[in-house]
């Protein structure tokens, strides 16, 4: 059995709970006080910005939130003010237009029994051009397909009062291209699913000498290509190797001592100030380590590719993020933030 509703949508995409209705009505923990009630829940999506690509365009038929022993809550109807939608079967976002703390509200005022879900399923329409695509920078548009038609991701512990969830999508790990590039595959490698009242973000300017004048980055044919920001989780003992983008199915070796990156932010140049910037939105609280690397066009986002990071060898950064806040590291020549 499952439960439909219609849902309104604001500018966000975000899961969030709004209101507390009342009524003891349990999940499986009726001891627990934070599990009794109802929660009102609205989600949204996120992402962040992958290189060379105009558009990232998924159409989502579906989200259904589950837990163990009741029936599935099924959201199939959306009204999306953002996107001037009125209870529309499915609805297209490109992911590219909500980088960073930008998001796009798709589900908003949903009740819900506070409990703990095992899963939030996205149902995604695929394997068709006109539906769910990616344009490349020369404007050919490219089949996007999900394996099974489903992203399933672990699902939030709703407590009662107010909560807002995010789906952060990471395009540079989840978002996969075929050896024959005619088809782009999105998996969910990456994507998570964060409590805005706890997530963190982490931002800053990157000094263009990194990638102009420090060497070897200068020797790049074109400076501004290839720039990342990876970033860690923990701090890494120096005798593991800071690795690339990659995924238990590489088709290359990947060595024993590799520490493979949380999360990946590309290099945006600001159109007022001309800096260049990176974000990364809606992080868990914890240690994290930082690092820059100017070599990163040729990143695979299945195969581990040997890449050099960091790159300069001084651009190394621990960072720590606690619950809820705003952490600005400029990344700079001096190796220190």
Same mark, same amino acid.
């Given at each position: ?9 604001? @500018? ?9 209705? %009342? ?7 009726c001891n627990n006080e934070d599990s +009794? ?7 949204g999506f996120s992402d962040a910005l ?7 365009? !998924? ?33 297209? =976002? ?6 960073? +703390?930008?998001?796009? =509200?798709?589900?908003?005022?949903? $009740? ?12 995604? !329409?695929?394997?068709?051009? &006109? ?11 490219? $089949?996007? @397909?999900?394996? %099974? ?28 291209? $075929? ?9 969910? $490698? ?36 290839? /720039? ?22 590489? %088709? ?6 590799? =520490?493979?990156p949380f999360a990946v932010a590309s290099?945006?140049? &600001?159109?007022?100030?001309? /800096? ?25 986002? !299945? ?28 990344? @700079? ?5």
């Open positions: 059995m499952r439960r439909n509703f219609l849902v309104l949508a604001g @500018t966000l995409l975000l899961l969030a709970s709004t209101a507390f209705l %009342g009524a003891c009505s349990c999940g499986f923990d +009794r009630g109802t929660t009102t829940l609205s989600l992958p290189e060379d690509l105009k558009q990232v365009v !998924i159409e989502v038929d579906s989200i259904t939130f589950r837990r163990t022993g009741v029936e599935d809550v099924l959201v199939d109807r959306f009204t999306i003010p953002a996107l001037d939608l009125t209870s529309v079967d499915t609805f297209q =976002v490109n992911l590219l237009q909500y980088r960073g +703390r930008n998001q796009l =509200v798709v589900v908003t005022d949903l $009740e819900l029994e506070s409990a703990t879900y095992s899963q939030v399923l996205i149902r995604v !329409i695929g394997s068709d051009v &006109n539906r769910s695509y990616v344009q490349q920078a020369d404007d050919t548009l490219r $089949e996007l @397909t999900v394996p %099974g038609g489903v992203l399933t991701l672990p699902g939030p512990a709703l407590a009662r009062g107010e909560q807002d969830y995010t789906v952060e999508f990471s395009l540079a790990q989840s978002l996969q291209g $075929e050896a024959s590039g005619e088809l782009y595959l999105m998996t969910t $490698e990456g994507v998570r699913l964060e409590n805005n009242a706890t997530a963190a973000s982490l931002s800053g300017r990157v000094d263009s000498s990194l990638f102009d004048t420090v060497s070897p980055c200068s020797e790049k044919l074109e400076p501004t290509e290839g /720039n990342r920001l990876y970033l860690y989780e923990g701090r890494p003992e120096s005798a593991r190797r800071l690795g690339d983008v990659y995924t238990s199915n590489s %088709g290359t070796t990947v060595p024993a001592d590799a =520490v493979a290099l945006v140049q &600001n159109s007022l100030t001309a /800096n260049w910037e990176y974000v990364f939105g809606f992080l868990p609280a914890g240690d994290y380590t930082l690092a820059f690397a100017c070599n990163t066009a040729a990143d695979d986002s !299945i195969n581990f590719d040997g890449l050099v990071v960091p790159q300069p060898d001084n651009q190394v950064y621990p960072v720590t993020l606690a619950a809820g806040a705003a952490v600005v590291c400029d990344v @700079t020549d001096s190796g220190s933030c």
